[in-house]
Structure formats: structure tokens, C-alpha cells
């Protein structure tokens, strides 16, 4: 069974930075598509970027130049560092993983708060 825990959320001011990290267990880790997902209150669950398991990213267009993934296999762990963080950015983020987009493996996610 895999488990994925996110942990780094928190609150922050505009123009800020926080990063985001998901440790996973179980499962073939290093074979997994990763995935940061973040959903706002009354809006849908959007994917914020993913890496597969060469390290190719793909991000969305809102986050673009101000978001990086990363990923480190030896340590079952996926990273989302946030710079430029905008009041847009506030939500809960959740971490995915699995074989396609979306991944079936969800962590509990974490809340992303930037207000001044």
C-alpha cells in the first residue's frame, strides 16, 4: 500500500517561498509519475506541475518560472519548491503518484496560505 505524507505547507506573504516535500512508502516509487495538485476553496483540484521518472516536469502556465519540482528516488521523496508565491497561490496542495495523470495514490495534503 502506498502512502504519501506532505509536509512544508504553512502561511506566507506574497512574494514569499515555501517548499513542499512528499515522502512516500511502499509501491515502486522511482517508476511513478509525480505530482503536485493543488486545489482553492469552491474550485477544482488542478495539477500544479509533475516529473516522470527520467525528470521531464511539466507545470502549469499559472506557475511557470516561479514553481520547480524535483524528485530524489533514494529518498522515496518529491519536492515542490514555490517562490513568487501570489494570493492566487493559496490552497490546499496534494500530492499524487502513480503510473498515469493522475496517479490513484493521493497524499492528505497540505495548506498553502499567502496573504499579507
Known amino acids: 500500500q502506498v502512502q504519501l505524507v506532505e509536509s512544508g505547507g504553512g502561511s506566507v506573504q506574497p512574494g514569499g517561498s515555501l517548499r513542499l516535500s512528499c515522502a512516500a512508502s511502499?509501491?515502486?516509487?522511482?517508476?511513478?509519475?509525480l505530482g503536485w495538485y493543488r486545489q482553492a476553496p469552491g474550485k477544482q483540484r488542478e495539477l500544479v506541475a509533475d516529473?516522470?521518472?527520467?525528470?521531464?516536469?511539466n507545470y502549469a502556465d499559472s506557475v511557470k518560472g516561479r514553481f520547480a519540482i524535483s524528485r530524489d528516488n533514494g529518498k522515496n521523496t518529491v519536492y515542490l519548491q514555490m517562490n513568487s508565491l501570489k494570493l492566487e497561490d493559496t490552497a490546499v496542495y496534494y500530492c499524487n503518484a502513480g503510473a498515469r495523470r493522475p496517479g490513484v495514490h493521493w497524499g492528505q495534503g497540505t495548506q498553502v496560505t499567502v496573504s499579507s
Open positions: 511502499g509501491g515502486i516509487f522511482s517508476f511513478y509519475l
Open positions: 516529473i516522470t521518472s527520467f525528470g521531464l516536469t
